[in-house]
């Protein structure tokens, strides 16, 4: 069955970097679109940063522009998340997710990975 898996989580003090990856096997990675998502205790799961299956163009949600970096290597079939100036407010779970639109669409989630700052 298809499998996304998140792994880099951890604890990190302000101002401290992460590097987060997301393993795919068994679907076509290099088709999907790529994205990372993140929720937080009490709120809504937010996209942080998603790219297209070539890795062409990335955007970023605001609060994570000019911190965070996506990366993807199909050859790998592993996308990344590189994050700097970590705040507080970016402590959540991290979920990788993998997107294909058409009929059905088919989307596929990872378990997440945790990411906590703090000093």
């Known amino acids: 069955q298809v499998q996304l898996v998140e792994s880099g989580g951890g604890l990190v003090q302000p101002g401290g970097s992460l590097r987060l990856s997301c393993a795919a096997s068994?679907?076509?990675?290099?088709?999907?679109?790529m994205s990372w998502y993140r929720q937080a205790p009490g709120k809504e799961r937010e996209l942080v940063a998603t790219?297209?299956?070539?890795?062409?163009?990335?955007n970023y949600a605001d609060s994570v522009k000019g911190r965070f970096t996506l990366s993807r290597d199909n050859a790998k079939s592993t996308m990344y998340l590189q994050m700097n100036s970590l705040k507080p407010e970016d402590t959540a779970v991290y979920y990788c997710?993998?997107?294909?639109?058409?009929?059905?669409?088919?989307?596929?989630w990872g378990q997440g990975t945790q990411v906590t700052v703090s000093s």
């Open positions: 068994r679907f076509t990675f290099s088709t999907y679109t």
């Open positions: 790219t297209t299956p070539t890795g062409g163009t990335t």
């Open positions: 997710n993998a997107l294909k639109r058409g009929t059905p669409i088919q989307r596929y």
